[in-house]
């Protein structure tokens, strides 16, 4: 399936010089972090989502989903992260405990394991 949204970002992709690169891994999951520079030595930030699955003929293959985040939205971006977060850490409840501190007495940390494909 052709995309011409897809060509434009990749194309962004490919012209940016990497500055930068943090991976962090996450099960299944590989997170990378990419700061770049454009051509004007202006920075930017690429936030990579990779996740390993198997094709049906045995090979292994990569699905790739990508963020740009330029460098005018890097506040609201993080103060947006930041809230979600904190809401989750707040809010999340697992099995019957109903409070963080039951949480944390009974020696959890307050997460269960999220599959995104259930999502």
């Known amino acids: 399936m052709y995309s011409e949204e897809f060509d434009e970002v990749n194309a962004q992709d490919r012209s940016g010089e990497d500055v930068y690169s943090k991976p962090v891994r996450a099960g299944k999951r590989t997170y990378f972090f990419d700061v770049k520079a454009t051509k004007g030595n202006d920075y930017y930030l690429t936030i990579t989502e990779s996740k390993r699955k198997m094709e049906k003929d045995g090979r292994f293959a990569y699905d790739k989903h990508k963020i740009f985040l330029y460098k005018e939205d890097f506040d609201k971006f993080s103060e947006g992260l930041q809230e979600v977060i904190g809401y ?29 494909e259930e999502l």
């Open 88 to 116: 989750i850490r707040e809010n999340c409840l697992t099995g019957d405990s109903g409070t963080e501190n039951n949480r944390k007495e009974n020696g959890g940390d307050g997460f269960t394991d999220v599959k995104f």
